[in-house]
Structures are given as structure tokens and as C-alpha cells.
């Protein structure tokens, strides 16, 4: 009975013995298929009578597993396989042991999301010039890499993975591989065509230029950037040159250009009449009327923000063309799958032989030397130039890894022209030499720490020089002009996901700008140097928010300066920003902007009646305690309101606009009468509307664009205190539109406005001859109007293949095809006669132009 008691609980007690032991055994087990490599050799060394040399280092902490066979050379070879060591017999007895420093890897790539294979994805050795692409299966196999390297993996819409080559080297069968989907916000768009291909208005009512995409407009055959923008209703130059372009009725020196985050103090060609910035490698171009971001200083009429191509390619591409004024080429040159080096040149056609649009450009350019005699007789003039013009860019983009980018951009920009003139009624004769010049280099880190902190440094050197002599052959009078800006700037800034809809902007901004003005007069003497140096310090943040039904878009924030001038003052300013975009019904929307904003540098309008066009203004920094030039701060406030309606292929916009500016001079707004020498300071005032209606198709676009301003300047010394500003258009109509039919490409356009304000002298008392010398006495500022402005514009370009990989363009365009006689100017100059001469600055006539582009 005992027994029989006992026996259940001494079958649970056994059962318990053997389930503790079952784990001990297998890993008794486990640890009997493996064993440490130098036990192994050993034992090896004693069975089969052999010898093995090795380094302990090499072979220290290894393990394998035991192989079955009792062939050596199997086990060796199983060895090798296990451990990637290089195993070679020397004799009969011995063997060298040794680590390989290199190793055969391969693996399957996948996506991470189905597990399907990823064809086609390029697989590098980092630090080496191997490179292979996946097969049909997503398998990629290499051969003899080196142990210790990198690989990265690499596939458009995935993460790139990085992994260490030992890792594959390990597996048989072949390691799987999965690549991330790589999700990328960015910025929202309004996916419109804007006029034309490539010209899209963004969320935040600024205009996108994409180059690469730009289509056709009336009078242009090449995407010049400067006169592109010129379409947009607002945006106007009331002389025809990008040089003096007039943003809401501001002037050319009121707007900030930027090219790759450098400041430019130059911006054309030819003497403002062609932009100095070649389009084939900008990538895109941002122009903001108002609402601008806190991140931009200076400017307070515009930015321009030009921005080249910023991506490395795997091919090298490239282009080349010419028109009747120039040719460029450019290209981007892929060092390594990591590092690529873009460049562009071009150079004027001017001095190696006349065209008709080069005669057209220049009779614009240096027209106001035909003087009209108050007897209604014109002088005979004799001319003789030199005159060529170059530009080269360059730029270096190299990726330290995919969330850390190195960019590096250079530009230099360069007009010369050698000039005589002989009146051959007058027997007087000029000449005249001058050299302009803009170098400019900067550099970039872009760095994306996570998937919600982004931070990007920015650092530039830009200097602008001009260098002229004017000189009186038949008397010793010598003018000598020298102008030069250097400028250093670094800017820092962060970017903050707090939440999916809401990102925060912060940042710090040094700017350093050093003015030389130095004149020179030999009859009668008279010399004149001014240097002056500016230090801002700026702190600026922002909040984004997009709303996530996207009805809503609104982006604000604060922009801390405190400007010091070196020699005399400083000061601290608080300019808020302001912009919101709202689509309250469906496919309406309204738009409110606002910016406070200043800038320190004023370029200085001097000797008007020289005929050296744009290059008679002179940049100068603000510097109100200057007894020969008192020049304060310039400070804006503006603000906007506007409905936009873009529905299928109808767009239809309307916005209302009110700008004050304050602390501008006399001296920088080109005045000629009385006010043309004189400092007085003042301010001007602009109420403005712009109206649009587009009509898209995809064959064509039309559309109608009318705006209206009134622009007027305050000054207290001037009698009458309050009248007309220089760049008072009043209305500005646009009717244009293009069509593509296969592949053709058609523009025309009709462009009109109302006259210019000028002075007139007095009808009664032209001449006041009490002053040595005598002066004119005029009429009250800006009192008369020229004519009414009309110019029609077309052109066609033509796009064809050369060969598969050749693509090219050709192009013809005609500005003012009418060739109507437009009067862009009007002042008047007293002779020696006591006499007063009226010269007139008429606009292009009748200009055809050509192109012939190809690219690769």
C-alpha cells in the first residue's frame, strides 16, 4: 500500500527533474556545436599532424562551429567560410592563417511597407569609386570590398541606409535589406499656371519663377529673371531697364536681391538693360510684394530672392546658345556620387561685331547725349566705344551624408566700356572710362538633425566696385568717381516641428557693410571722400501655421535690429510681419499682409547730365549726422489686402495696398531741377490697387492686368511740401497672352501706361540770370506729364531634338514691333549761352533679337 501511495508523486517529482534539465541540455548541446577557434586548431594540429601560424590578435574571441566531416580541407574551407580569415597552405605541415581585408557581400533590398523588391536602387562603397544597381530580384552582389567600409543604399522616394560591409558579409543565404519610405513635407504651392509655364503663385502670395519650366513671354525669348518679373502686376521699370525696377512704386535701391543668400549691389548688364544673372542654372527665383518673413532684412520696396540648383545629379548635363548681345554656356560636372560642380559663363558679342540689337541697346543707352538746342537744331555727334560685358558663376555642392549639405557659390560680374564723343558742331569732345565690377562668394550647411529640427548656417563676402573717368579733352577738367561696397554677413537659423501644422523659425543674423565714395574735379577744384561703415545685429522669429483641411495659411513674427553705424549713431528697431491666407468659400480666397521694415544702404543719383546711365548712381550707408551727406535710416510700413478667385482654368485676383516710406533724400530720388543737389529729407506715400484675370488653357494663356497708384512724395523745404513722386504711374494696363501648338511657342503682348511726372521750366522767366552761372527757374515739382507709354512686344521659340540626349531651341522676338516713339524722360540743362537745352530719354525702338540654344 506504501508503494502505491508514493508512486504519483514520484512520477510528478520525475517529470519536474527532467523539464529543469531539458533547458541545461540543449544548452549543452548548443555550446558542444560551437567552439573557440584556437581550441579548434589545436585539436586540429594533434589529428592531423600539422602546423598553423597566425597573429593571436587575429583569431582572439572567434568561435566557430565544428564541422562533421573528417576531411581537413573541408574543415578549413568551413573555417574560412565562418570567419572570412585567409587560410594558405605553405607546405605539407604548415599553415598561415591571416585576417583578409577584404570581404564578398550581398543582400535583397526591400521596402519596408509590402516587402516588395526595390529594382534599381544604387548601391556605393562610400569612400571608393565602386558602385553597382540592384538586378530584377533587388539582389546586388560585390566582390573584394574593403572589410572595414560603408555602404550606402540609396533609392528616389526611400531613406538611403548605411550599413557596414562586415554586417553582409556574415550571412548565408544573402541578407535582406529594408529601405524606409521616405516622407518629405513641402512647401504648398497653389498648382497654377501663373501666365505662363513655370510662374506659380505660392500659399503665401509670393511668385515662383521655376526656370526650367518657364514657358513664353511677349519680347522675351530666354527666362531673363529680372525682366520675367516685370509681367507681375505691381512690378514695373518706368525707363526699361532691370537695373531701376519699380516694386509698388518703390525705388531700384529699395529692393533686396539676393543670389544664393549673397546680397548683390549689382544687378545688370549693359548698362541695366539685360539682367546680370543667367537663368539655365537658377533653379528658382521668389519675389515678394509684402507679408515678407522675418528672416529678410533690408528691402523695404521688395525681395528678390534667386536661388541656383542645390542638387547633386548622377549625370553630367549642360547647355550652350548665343543671342544678337551674348553667349553662355554652363553645366554641371558630378565629381563623385557625393560632390558636384556647377559653372557658368557668358560674355558680350559687342566687341567683335555690331548687330542690329546692340545698335538699339546702345542709342538707348547713351541717348541722352543727343541734345535737342532750344533752337529745335540738333548737334552732330561723333562716337567711338570699347564696351563688353562678362559674368561668371561657380558653385560646389557636396553632401557629408543625406541630412548634412555643404554649398559653396561664387559670382563675378563685370562691365567695361572706354567712350569718346566729339560734337562736331560744338568742336568739344569727352572722354570717358569705366570699369564696374561685382565678386561675391558664399557658403551653406544645411543640417536636418531629425524629423522635427532643421538648422541651416549661411555666410557671405560680396564686394561692388565702380571705377570712372570722365574727361573734357578741350579743357583740363578731370572728373574721377570711385565707389565701392564691401559687405560680410552671417546668418543662422533653426527650424522647429512643434506639431504637424506648426513650425517655428528662429535665428540671428551679423551683417557688416563697409561704402567708399571718393570724387575728384580738376576744374574747378574739388574733392570729396566719404567712408562709412554699418554693423547690424538682427534676432528674428516666426510661427507657420497650414491648417490641416488646408483653408487656412497664416505665418508671423518679430524682427529685432539694432543698427550701429561706426562713426556716429545707433539704434534699435522692433518690425513685426504679418501674413494670412484664408479660403473662407471654395476656390476663394482672402489675403492679408503687413511688414514693418528699414535698410541702411541708398544708392545716391549724381551728375545727371553725364551719359553714363545706371552707373551714375553711387551707394552710400545711411548716415543722418553727416554734414556733406545726411542720410537717415529708410523705414517702410505696408500693409495689403487682397480676394483671389482660381477655379479649373479662370484666375481672377484683385489686391488694395497702402506703403509709407519714410527717411528717403532727395539726393537718391533722382531729381533734376531744383531738387536735383539738394539734401532735403522726406517721405512718400503710395495707395495702390492691382487687378489680374488670367485665362488658362492647356494651349494657351491669356490674360488682362491693370494697375493704380498714387505715389507722392512730402518734403517740408519744398514748396509745394507734398506732389507727385518721380515713379508716379498712375494707371498700368497689360494685355498679353501666349500659345503653344505643338512645338511652337507663341507671345504677344501690348503694354501701356500713363506719362511720368517732370518738371518744366517757367514759361515766363525760364533763365535767372542774377546766379553766376545762370539757372533755370521752374515750374512747380513734378507739375507736367509726358505722353502716354504704348510698346507691343512678341515672340516665338521653336523646340527640337538633335539627337536623343540634344535637345535645342531656337527663338525670335521683337520689342516695340509698332516702333512708336515713347518718351521715358524729360529734363532740362542751361549752355553756355544761357540757353536751355531739353533732353529727352526715348525708349527702344523697333529691337528684333534671335537665339539658338542647345542643352545636353
Known amino acids: 500500500m506504501l508503494k502505491a501511495h508514493h508512486k504519483p508523486l514520484f512520477t510528478f517529482f520525475t517529470c519536474l527533474l527532467l523539464f529543469f534539465s531539458i533547458p541545461k541540455i540543449m544548452a549543452q548541446d548548443k555550446i558542444a ?3 573557440n577557434l584556437t581550441v579548434l586548431l589545436q585539436d586540429l594540429e594533434k589529428k592531423f599532424d600539422i602546423k598553423f601560424s597566425y597573429i593571436d590578435g587575429d583569431i582572439q574571441n572567434l568561435s566557430v562551429s565544428i564541422n562533421s566531416s573528417k576531411d581537413l580541407q573541408s574543415i578549413l574551407d568551413h573555417i574560412q567560410e565562418q570567419t572570412h580569415l585567409k587560410i594558405q597552405k605553405l607546405n605539407e605541415r604548415y599553415y598561415a592563417l591571416s585576417r583578409s581585408t577584404t570581404v564578398d557581400v550581398c543582400a535583397t533590398v526591400m521596402d519596408n511597407y509590402k516587402e516588395n523588391t526595390v529594382t534599381g536602387t544604387s548601391v556605393e562603397v562610400l569612400g571608393t569609386d565602386i558602385a553597382i544597381i540592384t538586378n530584377s530580384q533587388g539582389q546586388f552582389f560585390l566582390e573584394n570590398i574593403p572589410r572595414n567600409s560603408i555602404l550606402q543604399i540609396k533609392h528616389m522616394g526611400f531613406k538611403p541606409k548605411f550599413i557596414p560591409a562586415r554586417e553582409l558579409a556574415r550571412h548565408k543565404p544573402c541578407k535582406t535589406l529594408l529601405l524606409d519610405l521616405n516622407y518629405e513635407e513641402l512647401d504648398e504651392v497653389i498648382v497654377y499656371q501663373f501666365l505662363t509655364t513655370g510662374l506659380s503663385k505660392e500659399i503665401d502670395a509670393s511668385i515662383r519663377l521655376t526656370t526650367a519650366d518657364f514657358g513664353i513671354l511677349p519680347g522675351l525669348i530666354e527666362p531673363d529673371v529680372l525682366q520675367t518679373i516685370q509681367a507681375l502686376p505691381g512690378i514695373k521699370s518706368i525707363d526699361e531697364t532691370v537695373s ?10 529699395q529692393n533686396l536681391i539676393l543670389w544664393d543668400g549673397i546680397k548683390m549691389y549689382q544687378s545688370g548688364h549693359f548698362f541695366g538693360l539685360i539682367s546680370a544673372f543667367n537663368p539655365y ?14 528672416q529678410y532684412g533690408d528691402g523695404v520696396s521688395g525681395v528678390l530672392d534667386i536661388e541656383t540648383k542645390n542638387d547633386i545629379t548622377d549625370d553630367f548635363y549642360g547647355g550652350a546658345g548665343f543671342n544678337l548681345i551674348n553667349g553662355d554656356v554652363y553645366g554641371e560636372i558630378p565629381l563623385s556620387p557625393y560632390t558636384a560642380f556647377q559653372f557658368s559663363a557668358r560674355r558680350s558679342l559687342t566687341d567683335f561685331f555690331d548687330t542690329p540689337t546692340y545698335t538699339s541697346f546702345f542709342d538707348r543707352a547713351f541717348q541722352d547725349s543727343q541734345i535737342k538746342s532750344g533752337s529745335g537744331q540738333n548737334d552732330e555727334i561723333k562716337r567711338n566705344e570699347d564696351f563688353y560685358f562678362y559674368d561668371f558663376t561657380a558653385k560646389l555642392l557636396y553632401d557629408l551624408n543625406p541630412y548634412h ?8 560680374i563685370n562691365n567695361h566700356l572706354y567712350y569718346n564723343e566729339q560734337n562736331l558742331t560744338t568742336s568739344s569732345e569727352t572722354q570717358s572710362r569705366l570699369n564696374q565690377t561685382n565678386i561675391s562668394f558664399g557658403g551653406s550647411l544645411e543640417s536636418e538633425w531629425n524629423d522635427v529640427f532643421s538648422t541651416k548656417i549661411n555666410a557671405y563676402y560680396t564686394r561692388y566696385n565702380l571705377d570712372s573717368e570722365n574727361t573734357t579733352v578741350n579743357s583740363p577738367q578731370l572728373l574721377s568717381q570711385e565707389n ?3 559687405e560680410t554677413a552671417l546668418k543662422l537659423k533653426t527650424t522647429y516641428k512643434l506639431r504637424d501644422a506648426l513650425n517655428w523659425l528662429n535665428g540671428y543674423q551679423i551683417t557688416e557693410t563697409g561704402v567708399l565714395n571718393f570724387s575728384d574735379v580738376t576744374q574747378p577744384p574739388y574733392s570729396n571722400k566719404i567712408k562709412g561703415v554699418m554693423r547690424t545685429h538682427a534676432l528674428f522669429s516666426e510661427l507657420e501655421y497650414k491648417s490641416p483641411n488646408g483653408r487656412l495659411y497664416a505665418r508671423g513674427g518679430p524682427r529685432f535690429s539694432y543698427i550701429e553705424n561706426l562713426n556716429t549713431f545707433s539704434e534699435f528697431r522692433i518690425e513685426p510681419r504679418l501674413n494670412v491666407n484664408y479660403e473662407f468659400i471654395d476656390h476663394l480666397k482672402m489675403e492679408l499682409q503687413g511688414e514693418f521694415k528699414n535698410q541702411t544702404t541708398h544708392q545716391v543719383v549724381d551728375l545727371e547730365q553725364n551719359f553714363l546711365g545706371i552707373e551714375k ?3 552710400y550707408i545711411a548716415d543722418p549726422g553727416n554734414p556733406l551727406l545726411p542720410l537717415p535710416i529708410t523705414k517702410s510700413k505696408q500693409g495689403s489686402f487682397g480676394l483671389n478667385y482660381d477655379h479649373h482654368s479662370l484666375y481672377i485676383g484683385i489686391e ?6 519714410d527717411g528717403i533724400s532727395a539726393r ?5 531741377s531744383e531738387g536735383e543737389f539738394n539734401g532735403e529729407i522726406g517721405n512718400y506715400t503710395v495707395k495702390g490697387l492691382e487687378f489680374l484675370i488670367n485665362k488658362k488653357t492647356k494651349d494657351y494663356s491669356a490674360w488682362l492686368s491693370y494697375g493704380f497708384n498714387v505715389n507722392d512724395y512730402t518734403f517740408q523745404e519744398i514748396v509745394p511740401k507734398t506732389f507727385p513722386n518721380n515713379s508716379d504711374i498712375r494707371h498700368t494696363v497689360t494685355f498679353a497672352g501666349n500659345y503653344t501648338y505643338n512645338r511652337f511657342k507663341f507671345g504677344i503682348g501690348l503694354n501701356y501706361r500713363t506719362g511720368k511726372p517732370y518738371t518744366k521750366p517757367d514759361a515766363n522767366n525760364p533763365v535767372d540770370a542774377t546766379f553766376v552761372p545762370s539757372r533755370i527757374n521752374f515750374e512747380e515739382p513734378n507739375s507736367s506729364r509726358l505722353a502716354q507709354y504704348l510698346r507691343a512686344d512678341a515672340s516665338a521659340i521653336y523646340d527640337f531634338s538633335l539627337s536623343p540626349r540634344i535637345k535645342a531651341t531656337a527663338g525670335a522676338s521683337v520689342l516695340n514691333f509698332t516702333n512708336r516713339r515713347n518718351i521715358l524722360n524729360r529734363y532740362y540743362r542751361i549752355n553756355d549761352n544761357d540757353e536751355i537745352e531739353t533732353v529727352e530719354s526715348v525708349s527702344l525702338g523697333l529691337t528684333p533679337n534671335i537665339s539658338f540654344r542647345v542643352k545636353f
Open 281 to 294: 542654372l537658377t533653379d528658382k527665383v521668389t519675389v515678394i510684394k509684402n507679408g515678407t518673413s522675418a
Open 668 to 672: 537718391t530720388q533722382g531729381f533734376q
Open 405 to 412: 549639405k555643404i554649398r559653396v557659390s561664387f559670382i563675378n
Open 656 to 661: 488694395g495696398f497702402y506703403k509709407q516710406v
Open 484 to 486: 565701392e561696397v564691401i
Open 244 to 253: 531701376n525696377i519699380n516694386i509698388r512704386g518703390g525705388t531700384n535701391d
Open 617 to 619: 548712381r553711387r551707394w
Open 33 to 35: 556545436d560551437t567552439t
